[in-house]
């Protein structure tokens, strides 16, 4: 497949959009009813997150009912939700409502289970392949492996067409979750490792054998300045970013070719998984930018027309001063100017921490622009094609 950098490519047209927000019924991602967290994370690895979705079989069956109604999948065709985990509700409640539902996820691999430690198993490429099916559940195909490699010749699914891919919660996260982002993570930390063993171990190796011969060695010096000159190239070499962008947007053209004329691909922010903690209120500009940039990408790649699922304005405004209220025993209906500047920084394109491949909202988008800023918090996103 070709590779390409779908943020730094210009849309060669501008698409409709549609916004759901809190008035649309059934949208349980954006209910302003449900307190909003303003704590910061309190530990990198918190499992669960603050909205109200982790490991509850029920909120996840409600997530899939709403997408399901809203967007007619039935009439769209067959399900495919992509890095499930242990959350088959998704694929369960679609196969309930008669749809034709198939999953996939790398940890479903016979040999994963046989890993104790899951951090090496998820940087381990055997787990990647091209999918396979494995042992389902009612009404479920499940399949192992890389949903980035579905179009190759040993892919099971490769003449499969859908009428929905989703990623709900598995696409990217600031908190601990296993998602396609710390996929290509680990890909990059794998790269790095290799450029170390390679070229800066026998370094270190060189310098303890001179440190035992004579401690003080002047030669030392010399090495600790090629080690330096060492590391300085692999971060030049190996950018995170990079990687992480081209598996982002390599899965996206994969996804795409396995679309049906008339189907979707959904992204469902990982505040609402079964498992992890996704992003924290401190995180959500970047959620926000993360969105615009999919959004970006979406056109790129011939979008008919995408949805934005989040909170308006005025209603953040109100939960975010309810939640401080309570948090501070202070019975007042407007935040304090700290927390009122970080909510102005949820409002606009011009105060988003954006990556530098997406340029401003405004020049690229001027119509969409004004309507993308309504929205104060993206909680999803759907790409018709």
Request: charged residues 30%.
């Amino acid at each position: 497949m070709e590779r390409r950098n779908l943020s730094n490519e210009r849309p060669g047209r501008s698409i409709p959009i549609e916004i759901i927000d809190e008035t649309t019924k059934g949208n349980v991602l954006s209910d302003p009813s449900r307190p909003v967290c303003l704590t910061r994370k309190k530990f990198w690895m918190d499992l669960g997150s603050t909205e109200g979705f982790s490991e509850s079989f029920e909120e996840q069956e409600k997530i899939a009912k709403f997408i399901a109604n809203t967007f007619d999948i039935k009439d769209r065709g067959p399900t495919l939700d992509v890095g499930f985990g242990l959350n088959t509700a998704i694929s369960e409640t679609f196969a309930g409502q008669g749809i034709a539902s198939f999953a996939i996820d790398a940890r479903q691999h016979p040999g994963w289970k046989h890993e104790a430690n899951m951090g090496i198993a998820f940087r381990t490429e055997q787990f990647w392949t091209p999918p396979f099916e494995v042992k389902g559940v009612e009404g479920v195909r499940i399949f192992s492996g890389d949903i980035a490699l579905i179009s190759e010749a040993k892919s099971q699914l490769k003449d499969q067409k859908f009428g929905l891919i989703l990623f709900n919660g598995s696409w990217d996260s600031t908190g601990f979750n296993f998602t396609l982002a710390s996929r290509h993570e680990s890909r990059a930390g794998d790269k790095k490792d290799q450029f170390r063993d390679r070229n800066i171990k026998p370094l270190d190796d060189e310098i303890k054998r001179l440190t035992r011969r004579q401690p003080g060695h002047p030669g030392i010096y010399d090495i600790f300045r090629k080690i330096d000159k060492q590391r300085k190239l692999i971060d030049a070499e190996v950018c995170v970013e990079d990687y992480v962008s081209e598996g982002k947007d390599k899965t996206l053209g994969s996804c795409k070719a396995h679309i049906k004329k008339g189907g979707i691909i959904g992204i469902v922010s990982s505040r609402y998984a079964y498992w992890g903690g996704g992003y924290s209120f401190e995180d959500l500009p970047t959620e926000k930018a993360e969105f615009v940039d999919i959004y970006r990408k979406f056109t790129v790649l011939g979008a008919k027309r995408v949805y934005f699922v989040g909170m308006s304005q005025a209603v953040l405004r109100k939960c975010v001063a309810k939640a401080y209220s309570v948090s501070t025993d202070n019975p007042s209906d407007t935040l304090n100017p700290q927390e009122s500047a970080y909510v102005e920084k949820l409002l606009g394109s011009s105060n988003l921490p954006l990556k530098e491949s997406v340029v401003n909202l405004d020049e690229v988008f001027a119509e969409e622009a004004g309507r993308i800023r309504q929205m104060a918090r993206i909680d999803a996103i759907f790409a018709e094609f």
